[in-house]
């Protein structure tokens, strides 16, 4: 498959100890936020999503935090594992302008060394 | 059960050749979304329809870009007199409905289109 993970910024981690990706979104205007995650020869994945009257949202080992007055988002993954290994994208929607516009952020590779 | 799938998943043509891409959504899925994602970059929308309705083309790049949906389920993207600048993975999203809240995009692997 094709790499997506060029001229990327990198996170390299060891298995087992929790990584955290950052994402900072352009539009404050910007009232929904999803992480993707994006393995190599697949399409992005969604993760989790987080609404903007919202400043934390836990899953399974996955939790986002979003600063929004510094329009800072990131993702905190516990016990990072092999399968973890992906780029990350964070996405931004503007509910006031379309709903269904997503507008990418820069992605992250994350490599999860065992 | 079935994802969105896309054909071909490798495609490469001669410079102002025309392309077809083509996407097959989700069963049931209303909303299809076409977006373009460069190399080490996010998708970038590209235009998206609601049914067989196309509710927004703002993202195609210049008027070379069209895209169809006649019957409301598989969508075509066609690019005419292709470029090199063209190139890049091309990916179709389907959801299961757009209005009044965000529904989940759930994306297919993409054609990756190479213009010589």
């Known amino acids: 498959g094709e790499s997506v993970g060029l001229h990327l910024p990198t996170l390299s981690v060891q298995e087992g100890d929790n990584s955290i990706i950052n994402c900072a979104y352009s539009n404050s205007a910007s009232d929904y936020f999803i992480w993707y995650k994006q393995e190599s020869g697949k399409g992005p994945q969604f993760i989790i999503d987080i609404r903007s009257n919202m400043d934390k949202r836990q899953g399974q080992r996955v939790t986002v935090l979003l600063n929004k007055t510094v329009k800072h988002l990131s993702l905190q993954i516990a016990a990072t594992q092999p399968g973890d290994s992906a780029v990350y994208f964070c996405a931004e929607i503007d509910s006031g302008g379309s709903n269904y516009k997503l507008t990418f952020g820069k992605g992250t590779l994350l490599t999860v060394n065992p | 059960g079935a994802g969105v799938s896309q054909s071909p998943r490798y495609k490469v043509t001669k410079r102002g050749q025309d392309v077809a891409l083509r996407c097959d959504p989700i069963?049931?899925?209303?909303?299809l979304y076409w977006y373009r994602q460069a190399l080490g970059q996010g998708p970038e929308f590209l235009t998206y329809f609601n049914y067989e309705a196309q509710q927004d083309k703002s993202g195609l790049p210049n008027d070379r870009f069209s895209a169809e949906r006649p019957e409301g389920s598989i969508s075509t993207l066609t690019i005419q007199r292709t470029e090199q600048r063209d190139s890049a993975m091309y990916r179709c999203?389907?959801?299961?409905?757009?209005?009044?809240?965000?529904?989940?995009?759930?994306f297919g692997p993409g054609t990756r289109l190479t213009v010589t």
């Open positions: 069963s049931g899925h209303v909303s």
């Open positions: 999203a389907s959801s299961l409905r757009t209005q009044g809240a965000y529904y989940e995009q759930y």
